[in-house]
Nanobody, 116 residues
Framework: QVHPVESGGGLVQAGGSLRLSCVASYSGAFKFDTVAWYRRAPGKQRELVAQMTTSSNKIYADSVKGRATISRDDAVNTMYLQMHSLRPEDTAVYFC?????????WGQGTQVTVSS
């Protein structure tokens, strides 16, 4: 079993920064093919924020390009999402997900609220 757990959310003023972390605990010696951050804003569907593969290919949503950086440290099974210049529209529950061989595991989410 894989258990991703997010941390680092909270209340931030517009223009501020934060770093989300996700530790994916599991019993194994493999690397995840893909790690990703998603978010779900109030009244909206879940959307991809950023994604990163083992070959370091990265994808970002247009809404966060230039403001977000995804990274991973496989040695400690941890992934990160660094965001700056936060906007009220970034307010959402942020979820991490990890994938291997087509199977994905999701965290419970961490709330990020950006005040104007």
């Amino acid at each position: 079993q894989v258990h991703p757990v997010e941390s680092g959310g909270g209340l931030v003023q517009a223009g501020g920064s934060l770093r989300l972390s996700c530790v994916a605990s599991y019993s194994g010696a493999f690397k995840f093919d893909t790690v990703a951050w998603y978010r779900r804003a109030p009244g909206k569907q879940r959307e991809l924020v950023a994604q990163m593969t083992t070959s370091s290919n990265k994808i970002y949503a247009d809404s966060v390009k230039g403001r977000a950086t995804i990274s991973r440290d496989d040695a400690v099974n941890t992934m990160y999402l660094q965001m700056h210049s936060l906007r009220p529209e970034d307010t959402a529950v942020y979820f991490c997900s990890v994938w291997r061989s087509g199977i994905g595991w999701w965290g419970q989410g961490t709330q990020v609220t950006v005040s104007s």
